[in-house]
C-alpha cells in the first residue's frame, strides 16, 4: 500500500515536471516571435525611408540660369587716358600801352579774324607826341640837307655834318616809335578764333600788362595725355584714336596723335602725348572731359565671352557650359578685353551655350534649367 502511494506521488511530480517543460517552451517560442516580429518591422520600416530619400534625390529641383552663345567677332585693347579737350591755340590779349578804353568792338562768343580790331584806348596823347616828332624829324632833315650843300661848298667841318646826320636819323626813329605807340593803341585779335573771354570795360583804365580779352582758335581741338615710357614705345605720330565724351553720353569721335615729347618727365616717369580730335561733333565743346582710348592690337577673329560669364580665380578662370541641362565647368585661357567682351584663347568653342546667370553657386554636373 505504501509503495502503491510513492509511485503515485513520483507520477503526479514527473507530470508536473512535464507541464512545467511545456510551458517554458511555449514561453520561449512566444518570445523568438515576438523578436522576429520586431525585426521585420524594423527592417520594413527602414526600407520605406531608404525608398523615401532615393525619391527625393530623384526629384532634385534643377538650378535656373540664363545663357548665351559664344560667337566670333573683333575684339581690341587699347591704351586708355582721360583729359580735357582745349583748343591747339589759345592765348590771352594783354594790353601794350597805357590808357583809357575808349572802344570795344567785339564780345565773348564772337568770332574774331587775325588783326581785326578788338578794343581801342583813348589816342589824343599819342597822336600828339607822334606830330612832335614828325615836326623835329623834319627839322632834322632840312638841316641834314642843307649841311649835305654846304659841305660840297667846303663850309662845314666834318663833325658838324656828322652830328646833323645824326640828329636827322634820331628823329627818324622817334617817328618810328611815335606811330608804334600810337598803334598800341589799338588792340587787335592775334589770329582767327573765337573770343571766349572779355575781362575789359569800357571807360576802364589800363597800364601795359592787364589782361583784354581770351582769344582761342576751335580747330583744332586737342588732348594732351601722360602716359607711361613702356606705353609710348609702340606708339607714332598719326596712330588712330577714339575720342568719347566722359559725361555720360554715348557721343564719341575719331582722332590722331599729333605729337610725341621727345622727352621723359623725370618726376612721373610719363611722356606727354597729344591728340587731335578730327571732326568733333558741334555738341563737342572746348574744355570737355573725354576718354581717350588709343588702339594698341587687334584680332579680327576672336571668341567672345560675355563679361559676366567668366569666373576667375587666383591663377585661373573658368566658365559653365550648359549641355545636356547639366553644368558643365570648362577652364578657359583669357585673351584680350573690351567693354563687356572677353577674348576666350581655348576652354570652349563657338556656339556653345556659356551661363551668364545663376553660374555663382554651380557645381560640375549640376541640374540646370534654361530661362
Known sequence: MTEKIIRSKFSIIGIIAILLAVGVVAVLTIGDSTVE???TEQKEQSSEVEKEEASEEEEVVPIPVEVVEVTS????????????????????????????????????????????????????????????????????????????????????SAEAFDKLRMEHEVAVQEVAEAEWRLEKTVIRAPFTGRVTERTVTLGQHLRPGDELFS?????????RIYLPETDVLELNEGREVRISLAAGTSLDFEGRICRIA??????????????EAIRPPAKVRPGAFVDIRIVREVHPTALLLPRESVIRELRSAHVFIA??????????????????????????????????????GLDEGQKIKTL
Open 37 to 39: 516580429a520586431t525585426e
Open 73 to 156: 567677332g573683333v575684339i581690341a585693347s587699347y591704351i586708355s587716358a582721360t583729359a580735357n579737350l582745349v583748343p591747339e591755340d589759345q592765348v590771352k590779349v594783354l594790353a601794350e600801352a597805357e590808357g583809357r578804353v575808349a572802344k570795344l568792338q567785339v564780345e565773348e562768343g564772337d568770332r574774331v579774324q587775325a588783326g581785326q580790331v578788338m578794343a581801342a584806348l583813348v589816342r589824343d596823347e599819342a597822336e600828339i607826341e607822334l606830330a612832335k616828332a614828325e615836326l623835329k624829324a623834319t627839322n632834322a632833315r632840312l638841316a641834314f640837307e642843307r649841311a649835305g650843300e654846304t659841305r660840297d661848298q667846303g663850309l662845314i
Open 215 to 223: 582769344v582761342a582758335d576751335f580747330d583744332p581741338l586737342v588732348a
Open 262 to 275: 621727345p622727352v621723359v618727365d623725370t618726376a612721373t616717369g610719363t611722356v606727354k602725348v597729344t591728340v
Open 323 to 360: 549641355e545636356d541641362d547639366q553644368a558643365v565647368k570648362r577652364l578657359v585661357q583669357l585673351g584680350l578685353e573690351e567693354n563687356d567682351h572677353i577674348e576666350a584663347l581655348s576652354g570652349v568653342e563657338e556656339g556653345d551655350m556659356v551661363i551668364v546667370a545663376g553660374q555663382g
